[in-house]
Every structure is written in structure tokens, then in C-alpha cells.
């Protein structure tokens, strides 16, 4: 790309005079640095930033936001730019391309490096929400041009893209974004099942497309006559890793994917939404269960829409998409859409706008720190923040009608725990949708859970082995006084990992840890991850405090009922 068609394309996005003017200094700047520099490709290297800084006008950002996509990289390859972009672009500027040069420094390697990554951009979310928008198309820019990378280094970038970068535009409500990551990610993890998709998709899409056409007049035909106003009406095709995943699900059942093909109808406001839902059901009748209300149970990222499916031959269901206009660029463009800097005059007051639409950032952030006080390691962090956060979602309701958001899986005690610490502690007994269920029911999205406490109730080890999320496992620990990792340790003293087979009962964790207590010895930390599963261990850490202690306790705990065997060593 040249410096001539960048602006061309900055004028497309409505960018002109001082504006302008400010971002063609900016690219010179950076084509100063840069001066000589090469991508892999071949190509100069400013067409990187170049590219980066369109993708962020096209989001419709702010002008130091575009400005800092062009200048991300100066600071690394020249100590000094930083000052001088400071200097001549302004502070606003200058924090943002810090940012984002403090979230590339990452020189750790495997799992530490994964988490370092993710800790740096949670860092970035809590200071200026730009700073990973920015990082989000510098990576989008890059997977699109991974190709020319060697092959090791093309599947690590993909596999930290797939599981953090595409999560994280997800949980922004950037769906575009998210969707273009996973696909380019799968291309070079998955490439032969990455083709396979792709064939089937074009073999499927012109018979949908055909479909789509012939009942298109219909519906606005119908639309009209109600005098329903129609801004748009379009269709989109399912990206390839998206049905990947649901093909896993269908066990490769092509027939159940409903959705190939969306028909989007765009309406002017909520009222219209609805009415149009009506139209739509009374043309073609709806498919049981898959009716989804986003516009008032929106999804924890903002992403409001009404969902449903419908019959319209015989063997074929339609998936119908209706939203607003404004709903349909908050949908396109997720967090950037509820852009607040302009109005809100700083950075941090206008993150404060967003974040209430964003609650989850900062759920994220005391959960991070409560993390950090239990010294959790890399492994067991990155994989608690996969789950917790990053995992498929469901939404539960509290009997107020407040919106939970879990991880798929979760059971009405991380529910509890995610509410607060002291509902949790003293639950005995949960109601989904009125009913009374165990603790170990999974949670569906959709249900209404109410949780019943009592005062003198507490936490019991077996609790560990009904939780899904880090966050109510880290709380169960910390009621039952199971010692963190990095707790004060003698260093003569030994400390023994015992790992427990055996078949799951209830009470199975509770006899086992009554051992340990009757014999004075504080466990370090319990690990139950087992569901039911006889070759998964239980693993218990202890500081020994004696030679034979570790050997007198397998004896006494293999003698549980449904203990198979015991195995110790030293940690």
C-alpha cells in the first residue's frame, strides 16, 4: 500500500483536515523509524502500521487511537521515539503506543509466556480499553499475513491467538474480529480440516442463498403491509471455525447446522424488533427451543439481538437475525461501538462509561487479585482464566432478574460463589427455575437460581470436586483454611504430594481430609478434578512433619472405603 491510497482510504472513513493532516505526520514518523525495515513478506515494513491504523479507522476509533496504531511499533525499534512522539503528537498518544509496547514485551516462554501475555492485556484493559483494541487488529493484521512466517512460530502465534486474542474480542463484543482470528487461526492449526469445511461450505451456500432469495420478497412484502420500516435486510454465512465447533457437537451431522445462513433483518428501534418476530412467526412456524431474547437479556458483552428459527419447507429451517441499527453496529463493532472518550473528555472516565457495560473487566480484576493472594501457578492460572472466562457462556438469572454470567458446566455453587464469598459459604440447598436441585446440576442458560443459606452452615472439601470456576474453588479453600501455595514453610522442612485413587462417593473427599485433620497436619493444597473418573487422582500436598508421617497416613487413608490405591513423593 502507498502513502497516496492510505489517505485515499482515510477519506472513505470520513477522515479530513486537521485530522488528516495529523495522521499523514504520524506516518511519516513511523516511515522515519521503520526506514529500511523489511516484513518476511518482502514487503516495506510500514505497510504493517499502515494497515493496523485502517483497521482501527474502519472501527470508527478516535484520531490518537489511529494515530497510535500508526506509531505501535516505534518505540521498539527506537528507545528514544517514545519521548519525541510525546513530544509531537501529544500525551494521549504517547500513553497509548506505551501501552501497547509494554503488552509485546513478553520474554517468557510455554505456559509463563501465555500468562504473561494475558496478565499484560487485563493490565491494559483496567488502563485504556484502546491499548488492546489496538493490539487486537495488530494481531489481525498479522494472522493475515502469518503465511510467511516460519511453520513452529506460525502455530504458537495461532494457538495464543485462537485461545486469548479471539476470546478477548469475543468478550468485547467485537464479533467480526473474533471471527476472522478463529478462522485464520484454524487455517494454520487445522488445515485439512480447515479445507474440508470450506469445500463443504461452498458446495452448501449457493442452495441456501437460492432459498434466501426466493422468501426474501415475502418478507418484505409483509414487513410493508405492517408498515414496518426496514433499514437493511442481508444474510451472513457461518464462519468455518464456528461450524467446526458445532459439527463437533452434531458428531458431524451437517443436517442439524440451522444457522449456515442468517437472514439479518435491520429495523429502526426495539418496538420493531418485536413486531417484525411476529411477522416472521406468523409467515413460517418457529423450530422448539430456539428462540433467544438478546434484546432484553443481552449477552455480558453487549450484544443484543432476537434470535429464532423457523420452518420454512419441509427439511429446512431458517435462522432469522432482528435487531436496531444501533444494535446491529454495536454487534459488528462491539466495545468500540460504546465509544465514550469523545464525550467523556479523559481516558479513564470515559473507560468508567464503557465498564458498566463491560462489568465483567472488573469481576476480572478482583478475581486476578484474589489469585495472586493464593500464589496459584502459571499452569493452573492460565488454565483457571481459560475456563472462567474464556469458555463457551451461559447467562443465569438471580430471582431479582440480575443476569449471572458462568462458564458452560458451572453448577449453582460457582452461581453462589460468584455472588459473594458469604452466599457461598453458608449455602445448603439451591432452586433452578423453583425446583429444588443437588449441587452437582449443571446450569443452563436461561435459569432462574435462587440459593438458600442458613448461619451456621459452612464449606466442606467435597465442595472442590462440585465447582467449576477458580474463583469458587480459590473461596472454598480459603473457608476450609486449605493453605495456599507460598505459605511460610520451613526450609528443612519436606513437602509430600500424595495422590489418591479411587472411586467417587459422597463423603469420599471429606473421610480422606478427616485423616489429615485428626492427625494436626495443615494441607497445603488439594487438587480434585476427577469427575468420577477412577485414573484421575486426588492430589494432596502436606509438609511432613516427621520421616515416617507420609507413610503412616497412605496406610490410614487406604483404608477408606473405596480407596483403590495411594502413591507419595517429595514436591
Known amino acids: ?124 484493559l483496567a488502563e485504556d480499553i484502546r491499548v488492546v483494541i489496538i493490539k487486537l487488529m495488530d494481531r489481525l493484521h498479522n494472522m493475515e499475513t502469518a503465511e510467511w512466517l516460519p511453520e513452529e512460530k506460525r502455530k504458537r502465534i495461532a494457538q495464543e491467538t485462537l485461545m486469548l486474542y479471539a476470546s478477548l474480542a469475543e468478550r468485547l463484543g467485537m464479533w467480526n474480529v473474533k471471527a476472522e482470528l478463529e478462522d485464520l487461526s484454524m487455517k494454520f492449526l487445522y488445515p485439512k480440516e480447515y479445507e474440508i469445511i470450506s469445500v463443504e461450505l461452498k458446495k452448501r451456500a449457493p442452495e441456501r442463498e437460492r432459498h ?53 433483518i435491520i429495523v ?26 438478546y434484546v432484553a437479556l443481552p449477552k455480558p458483552n453487549g450484544y443484543k439481538s432476537l434470535h429464532t428459527n423457523v420452518f420454512t419447507e419441509e427439511k429446512i429451517t431458517i435462522e432469522f437475525q432482528i435487531r436496531s441499527e444501533e444494535m446491529h453496529k454495536e454487534a459488528e463493532a462491539g466495545i468500540a461501538a460504546h465509544w465514550a472518550y469523545s464525550e467523556a473528555g479523559k481516558p479513564k472516565e470515559g473507560f468508567k462509561k464503557i465498564g458498566k457495560k463491560f462489568n465483567w473487566i472488573s469481576q476480572l480484576q478482583e478475581w486476578q487479585k484474589e489469585l495472586k493472594k493464593e500464589n496459584t501457578t502459571s499452569e493452573e492460572l492460565l488454565e483457571a482464566l481459560k475456563i472462567d472466562f474464556f469458555k463457551d457462556r451461559i447467562f443465569t438469572l438471580t430471582p431479582k432478574g440480575d443476569v449471572i454470567d458462568l462458564p458452560r ?13 458469604e452466599i457461598g459459604n453458608h449455602a445448603t440447598g439451591a432452586r433452578i427455575n423453583g425446583k429444588l436441585v443437588s449441587f452437582l446440576m449443571e446450569l443452563k442458560s436461561g435459569d432462574i437460581v435462587e440459593i438458600i443459606t442458613q448461619k451456621g452452615k459452612k464449606p466442606t472439601p467435597e465442595w472442590l470436586s462440585l465447582v467449576k470456576t477458580g474463583l469458587a474453588k480459590n473461596r472454598i479453600k480459603r473457608a476450609l483454611r486449605i493453605f495456599p501455595k507460598g505459605s511460610f514453610i520451613h526450609p528443612e522442612a519436606k513437602i509430600i504430594e500424595m495422590k489418591i485413587y479411587g472411586k467417587n ?44 508421617q507420609a507413610e503412616k497416613i497412605k496406610n490410614k487413608i487406604e483404608k477408606i472405603s473405596g480407596v483403590k490405591k495411594v502413591t507419595y513423593a517429595l514436591k
Open 1 to 124: 500500500m502507498t502513502k497516496e491510497e492510505f489517505e485515499k482510504h482515510l477519506e472513505l472513513y470520513g477522515i479530513a483536515g486537521k485530522d488528516k493532516e495529523l495522521l499523514k505526520r504520524a506516518l511519516d514518523f513511523a516511515e522515519k523509524i521503520h526506514e529500511g525495515e523489511k516484513r518476511l513478506s518482502g514487503e516495506e515494513f510500514i505497510t504493517h502500521p499502515m494497515a493496523v491504523a485502517l483497521k482501527l479507522a474502519k472501527l470508527k476509533m478516535d484520531i490518537p487511537t489511529i494515530a497510535a496504531g500508526l506509531l505501535h511499533d516505534c518505540a521498539e525499534y527506537q528507545s528514544s521515539a517514545l519521548k519525541e512522539i510525546k513530544r509531537d503528537f501529544g500525551e494521549e498518544v504517547s500513553f497509548l503506543v506505551d501501552g501497547v509496547t509494554k503488552v509485546d514485551r513478553v520474554k517468557a516462554t510455554g505456559f509463563d509466556r501465555a500468562l504473561e501475555s494475558v496478565k499484560k492485556m487485563f493490565l491494559a
Open 505 to 548: 462417593r459422597v463423603g469420599f473427599i471429606k473421610d480422606i481430609t478427616s485423616v489429615y485433620s485428626k492427625n494436626k497436619i495443615n494441607i497445603q493444597n488439594l487438587i480434585s478434578a476427577r469427575g468420577g473418573n477412577e485414573e484421575t487422582p486426588i492430589k494432596i500436598t502436606f509438609v511432613q512433619k516427621n520421616p515416617d
Open 268 to 293: 429502526p428501534d426495539v418496538k420493531s424488533c418485536y413486531a417484525a418476530l411476529g411477522i416472521i412467526h406468523k409467515l413460517w412456524k418457529p423450530v422448539p427451543g430456539k428462540f433467544k431474547d
Open 212 to 264: 434466501l432469495k426466493k422468501i426474501l420478497p415475502l418478507v418484505e412484502t409483509e414487513l410493508q403491509k405492517e408498515n414496518i420500516k426496514i433499514i437493511e435486510i442481508n444474510y451472513r454465512t457461518k464462519h468455518i471455525y464456528s461450524v467446526w465447533q458445532k459439527l463437533h457437537r452434531y458428531e458431524g451431522d451437517w443436517s442439524r447446522l440451522s444457522d449456515l445462513i442468517a437472514l439479518r
Open 409 to 421: 458446566g458451572a453448577t449453582p455453587l460457582d452461581f453462589a460463589y460468584h455472588i459473594h464469598s
